[in-house]
């Protein structure tokens, strides 16, 4: 009886996997764009001390960065 449960379920067990990783791989992409995002901020930040940028191109930048970060976080 085990053998027929395996046989009948396994199309059932490996659409459960492919949604699982299909889900895991979404939250990694989510979390690496977060990442990728706080170094662009951090790097924004050095531009303005330098000097290579503008107040208002700062404060532009900075905005986007921000909402999306912010976008990110609360669809957590």
Known sequence: MLLVDDVLFSPIKSIFWIFREIHNAAHQEKAN????????????????ETGRITEEQFDEREGQILDR?????SKE
Do not use: H, N, P
């Open 33 to 48: 764009e977060a990442e990728s995002l706080t170094a662009e901020l951090s790097e924004l930040y050095m531009m303005l």
């Open 69 to 73: 970060l912010d976008e990110i976080q």
